[in-house]
Nanobody, 123 residues
């Protein structure tokens, strides 16, 4: 498995931007599809974005399309999530995850998870 540590969360006003990062260690980073999920209070975990092993393919949840961008750097073993035009509905704990599958959107198909980073968007 790969170990994951997220960073970059915080408090931002509506319309603002944040960039989350996830650092991986352990097995070869490029062996994994990487994804971001989020969980808001009282809600189930929600798919946000995923990126293929090479970085050439991406997939996004409907609620973040056009606002969020996922990217990865296999040389540095990092995956990032650029979040723009944030709204209070984006408030959640954001998790980085690694999968041996192909751009899965289902949390159960991810094998490794980070501890999460809080994102709070004020109105």
């Amino acid at each position: 498995q790969v170990q994951l540590v997220e960073s970059g969360g915080g408090l931002v006003q509506t319309g603002g931007s944040l960039r989350l990062s996830c650092a991986a260690s352990g097995r070869a980073f490029s062996d994994y599809v990487m994804g971001w999920f989020r969980r808001a209070p009282g809600k189930e975990r929600q798919f946000v974005a995923a990126i293929s092993r090479s970085g050439g393919n991406t997939q996004y949840g409907d609620s973040v399309k056009g606002r969020f961008t996922i990217s990865r750097n296999n040389a540095n073993n990092t995956v990032s999530l650029q979040m723009n035009s944030l709204t209070p509905e984006d408030t959640a704990v954001y998790y980085c995850a690694a999968s041996a599958g192909y751009l899965p959107t289902t949390p159960t198909l991810y094998d490794s998870w980070g501890q999460g980073t809080q994102v709070t968007v004020s109105s």
